[in-house]
């Protein structure tokens, strides 16, 4: 299941249409221009030879445009930004538009199965070997096991897929993919999420969620491409990014996974296959809906660090709420914890220690407005705070290990993170002065790996 045509998801290169005269608006449009902007949003301009006042009033509420080029109908969901005279023609007027999502449709038949498509992907090397298996390539009734198409999008490298059942869902199966470099942008790695049949649109939601936490990472969607029973595309959606935050900062931080390294801790393919399989399998098939409490958690991750312990803690009350916790915010959070033990449905109790102690004030000032005026600490604290949510939400999912992101150590799942050691690593760290999260989550990265 391969998508070998030239891409749209991705829209790394403009793309212009002269001459279109099939369009939902009843105005001379000499060309349209789609591309993506230096943050990946999508910017369309449509060049208009000559035009009333009505026209203008018309182009400027339009909220979608449809035009058709040779037998591919696109739709395109926008709303007005601004308008210039052409620098080449002066007769000519160029409309702006904000662009949300372009779909593009080849045919009136449904999909049988699709791709998703995610910038923010793995950064270090040693993750990679996620992607376990070895590449195979479909075209048409020919399969190529060793032979890539020159337009794949998926890259060249021999492993860079791994498969996942899930025979309790509607897609039966996931396939996991690196995305070649050539369609990503310079600044960030990609991924595809291939589903092996249609999705409900709760299933697709449930995967990003979870891949989410297992990579430690936002992955931001950008498109989605549509597939027939042979797996012909037959349709491609385009997204910008969500708004709200930097994506190229965003990229550009490290991954804050407590579930990567303990999934790699064995270099053998199977056993890899069998952890990533067991996680997303147990979460997909929990009777509770973690959906929102997980996003919570996710949205921590392209958080301004100022807010990012207020986001995990907001997801925290939220898996508190749904294991039939009320009232989180009016008791002392390691309370919360060791009624957790319960809530699990588990004897064993998540421990807590002198840093998961000390996390208690920090929240505290943060949630009622004081200034943390130290830095170090302020990231320090979103890290371990980080660890603790990650280790109640494994807990749930019956893992019994953790990676502890303050230390580097993989340690049972009820072991607190060990206090010597986080402190000895905090005083290394303070012969730096740090003002950038990503900059100290670096540090600390080298130090601990």
Not at 7 to 35: C, G, H, M, S
Not at 329 to 345: C, L, M, P, S, V
């Amino acid at each position: 299941m391969e998508y070998i045509e030239s891409e749209w998801e991705f829209l790394q290169n403009p793309k212009r249409f002269k001459k279109v005269v099939n369009t939902n608006v009843n105005v001379d449009i000499a060309d349209i221009l789609i591309q993506r902007d230096n943050q990946y949003n999508i910017i369309m301009k449509l060049n208009v030879d000559s035009f009333t006042k009505k026209d203008e009033k018309k182009l400027k509420k339009l909220s979608t445009f449809i035009f058709k080029d040779k037998y591919i109908l696109h739709k395109i969901e926008c709303s007005f930004k601004t308008k210039k005279a052409s620098k080449i023609d002066s007769s000519k007027t160029i409309f702006i538009y904000k662009v949300y999502r372009i779909e593009r449709k080849k045919t009136t038949y449904s999909a049988s199965k699709k791709i998703d498509w995610f910038l923010n992907s793995v950064k270090y090397k040693s993750n990679n070997r996620l992607f376990c298996q070895h590449s195979r390539y479909v075209d048409g009734r020919r399969l190529y096991p060793n032979h890539i198409p020159e337009d794949s999008p998926f890259t060249k490298e021999d492993l860079n897929r791994i498969t996942i059942s899930c025979p309790k869902t509607k897609f039966r199966k996931i396939t996991i993919r690196l995305v070649d470099e050539k369609f990503e942008p310079y600044w960030s790695k990609a991924i595809a999420v291939e589903y092996h049949s249609m999705p409900t649109k709760e299933e697709s939601e449930k995967i990003h969620s979870i891949l989410n936490f297992i990579m430690g990472c936002y992955l931001i969607k950008i498109g989605t491409t549509k597939l027939d029973i042979n797996n012909n595309s037959i349709g491609e959606v385009s997204y910008p990014p969500e708004e709200g935050f930097d994506v190229k900062y965003i990229c550009h931080m490290p991954e804050k996974s407590v579930v990567l390294p303990i999934i790699l801790e064995d270099n053998n393919p199977d056993i890899i296959i069998k952890k990533l399989s067991y996680i997303i399998n147990t979460y997909l098939n929990l009777d509770v809906d973690l959906t929102h409490t997980l996003n919570l958690y996710n949205q921590s991750f392209v958080s301004n660090p100022k807010i990012e312990i207020i986001m995990i803690d907001a997801a925290l009350e939220s898996f508190a709420q749904t294991m039939g916790f009320e009232g989180l915010a009016k008791k002392k959070i390691y309370t919360f914890i060791y009624d957790i033990g319960i809530g699990t449905k588990d004897g064993d109790k998540i421990s807590l220690g002198t840093i998961e102690d000390e996390l208690r004030t920090m929240r505290n000032n943060i949630t009622h407005g004081h200034l943390v005026t130290d830095k170090q600490k302020l990231f320090s604290s979103n890290i371990a705070y980080r660890v603790l949510y990650s280790r109640i939400l494994l807990k749930f999912l019956k893992v019994n290990k953790y990676y502890d992101l303050t230390t580097g150590v993989i340690r049972p799942i009820g072991e607190s993170i060990d206090a010597k050691k986080f402190n000895r690593i905090q005083d290394v760290l303070k012969k730096e002065k740090y003002n950038s999260s990503r900059k100290y989550y670096m540090d600390l990265h080298k130090i601990v790996r």
